[in-house]
T-cell receptor, first 111, second 115 residues
Framework: EAAVTQSPRSKVAVTGGKVTLSCHQT?????MYWYRQDTGHGLRLIHY???????EKGDIPDGYKASRPSQENFSLILELASLSQTAVYFC??????????FGPGTRLTVL | GEQVEQRPPHLSVREGDSAVITCTYT??????FFWYKQEPGASLQLLMK?????EINEGQGFTVLLNKKDKRLSLNLTAAHPGDSAAYFC??????????????FGIGTLLSVKP
């Protein structure tokens, strides 16, 4: 079965601080994604990548950066965390079959 | 771009009742369709993937119907039980070969099954 892991599983950050969320997949998938989940909004795509060393903007990229140093790893970076970025963040991966496999999520609280 | 509307946002049923969740989408070229289940505090688990026009797929305790003519996707939980209590999300691939193999998600339906 597809395996996507995320770290940390939860984090408390201070406003204005830098936050890095990490994702690792062992599926040999080309595509990786970062979503945020807020009550009433479902999942919204922040950034995605289809090859190492390249990232693309999703639907809500403002305030976020992404990094794909290898096929297996995909990071989401909040350079200046803000209160509005408190959410649950999910990483996912997919290959050519389109079904996305999700990691366990990271609960981020910005104070 | 593609828009996916999911209804209802909240659904409460009694154990043994059926529960129906529906998604409508706008892009007639949408190709793959998915249902995901998210239990409280957990990640999203793929329930089913469908892609043929007017298709009925049966899983364990549920049926998925895709009607491409009406651009409608539905999930019918037959004889719901408390273990079905979760959030359910539909997702749509806008069109074949879309950039990034992206999915567009519905807003989700929070299902509560009471004993």
């Amino acid at each position: 079965e597809a395996a996507v892991t995320q770290s940390p599983r939860s984090k408390v950050a201070v406003t204005g601080g830098k936050v890095t969320l990490s994702c690792h997949q062992t599926n040999n998938h080309d595509y990786m994604y970062w979503y945020r989940q807020d009550t009433g909004h479902g999942l919204r795509l922040i950034h995605y990548s289809y090859v190492a060393d390249s990232t693309e903007k999703g639907d809500i990229p403002d305030g976020y950066k992404a990094s794909r140093p290898s096929q297996e790893n995909f990071s989401l970076i909040l350079e200046l965390a803000s209160l509005s970025q408190t959410a649950v963040y999910f990483c996912a991966s997919t290959g050519s079959s389109y079904e996305q496999y999700f990691g366990p999520g990271t609960r981020l609280t910005v104070l | 771009g593609e828009q996916v509307e999911q209804r209802p946002p909240h659904l409460s049923v009694r154990e043994g009742d059926s529960a129906v969740i529906t998604c409508t989408y706008t892009d007639p070229n949408s190709y793959y369709f998915f249902w995901y289940k998210q239990e409280p505090g957990a990640s999203l688990q793929l329930l089913m993937k469908v892609f043929s026009s007017t298709e009925i797929n049966e899983g364990q305790g549920f049926t998925v119907l895709l009607n491409k003519k009406d651009k409608r996707l539905s999930l019918n939980l037959t004889a719901a039980h408390p273990g079905d209590s979760a959030a359910y999300f539909c997702a749509v691939t806008p069109f074949w070969g879309s950039s990034g193999n992206k999915l567009i998600f519905g807003i989700g339906t929070l299902l509560s099954v009471k004993p």
